[in-house]
């Protein structure tokens, strides 16, 4: 069973940096996709960032393009988000989600993929 456990939120002052982790657990990962997206209050989940566990380019969303960098940590199991130069519209709860990609490289649409597993998130506010 596929688990996924977020951590390393809290409260920082805009322009400042914090570092997520997402421990992932229950299979090998090797092709699978591994992705952030947040939720603020009264809007909808979006996109952030998106990796393939084997390798290759990373996924962005525009909003956090140069800011944010998603990376693996093998020996550990997790991914983490590095996020700096942070926002109070960075202010968020934000979720861990892997899915089932194939061993190929070919598109698998990161921000709109329907990902299969998801963790309880963790919440980031920046404050002004």
């Known amino acids: 069973q596929v688990q996924l456990v977020e951590s390393g939120g809290g409260l920082v002052q805009a322009g400042g940096s914090l570092s997520l982790s997402c421990a992932a657990s229950g299979r090998d990962f090797i092709g699978y996709a591994m992705a952030w997206f947040r939720q603020a209050p009264g809007k909808e989940r979006e996109f952030v960032a998106a990796?393939?566990?084997?390798?290759?380019?990373?996924y962005y969303a525009d909003s956090v393009k140069g800011r944010f960098t998603i990376s693996r940590v093998y020996a550990q199991n997790t991914v983490s988000l590095q996020m700096n130069s942070l926002k109070p519209e960075d202010t968020a709860v934000y979720y861990c989600a892997v899915d089932w990609v194939g061993i190929g490289g070919t598109w698998f649409d990161p921000p709109k993929r329907k990902y299969e597993y998801w963790g309880q998130g963790t919440q980031v506010t920046v404050s002004s």
């Open positions: 990796i393939r566990w084997s390798g290759g380019d990373a």
